[in-house]
T-cell receptor
């Protein structure tokens, strides 16, 4: 079956640091890949997505590239802000049965 | 409403009692999903509805769990004879169509604590 593995936190960085959150997946076929973000006290929001190999999703300064050869979809941001503190979920969609999520990475950005 | 609404936001119940969780999806969204977010377990897919129909109920953790949706809108997730391992945040999401399942909008969840 499908599965998603992501680094577990908490990940603590200083403001303006470079961020990488690793995500790898196992899936049959050609899934779409996503990053969702959950800010404190809020529901999950779609951050970015990629639907085929070599696609790059980007939003709010975050980027992730769909790497089929390494089955990865690592999330990156060049300069993080305190407001980026949240829980980030990597996910894949293989069809109509919903999304398969990773366990989430808690990101803490210190001023 | 503008977003997915879940109620109650918090529920504390005694072991063995039944609980009912409610989800109001975004108006016009035909697909509705239930997930469970347990500590250290990430997000677990439970069930989805296309309209009022749930094609696959195999994701429900046990036969104590059931879900229904009426009028293509509100959905309820019922847990009978709650156990401590049922403690989790239960998230509901909706999307315009199940084929667009990834473009889902989430509610803030119901935090269930079984004591």
């Amino acid at each position: 079956g499908n599965s998603v593995t992501q680094m577990e936190g908490p990940v603590t960085l200083s403001e303006e640091a470079f961020l990488t959150i690793n995500c790898t997946y196992t899936a049959t076929g050609y899934p779409s890949l996503f990053w969702y973000v959950q800010y404190p006290g809020e529901g999950l929001q779609l951050l970015l997505k990629a639907t085929k190999a070599d696609d790059k999703g980007s939003n709010k300064g975050f980027e992730a590239t769909y790497r089929k050869e390494t089955t990865s979809f690592h999330l990156e941001k060049g300069s993080v802000q305190v407001s980026d503190s949240a829980v980030y979920f990597c996910a894949l969609s293989g069809g109509a049965d919903g999304l398969t999520f990773g366990k989430g990475t808690h990101l803490i950005i210190q001023p | 409403g503008a977003g997915v609404s879940q109620s109650p936001s918090n529920k504390v119940t005694e072991k063995g009692k039944d609980v009912e969780l409610r989800c109001d999806p975004i108006s016009g969204h035909t697909a509705l999903y239930w997930y469970r977010q347990s500590l250290g377990q990430g997000l677990e897919f439970l069930i989805y509805f296309q309209g009022n129909s749930a094609p696959d109920k195999s994701g429900l953790p046990s036969d104590r769990f059931s879900a229904e949706r009426t009028g293509g809108s509100v959905s309820t997730l019922t847990i009978q004879r709650t156990q401590q391992e049922d403690s989790a945040v239960y998230l509901c999401a909706s999307s315009a169509d199940y084929l667009q399942g990834a473009k889902a909008f989430f509610g803030q969840g119901t935090r269930l604590t079984v004591v």
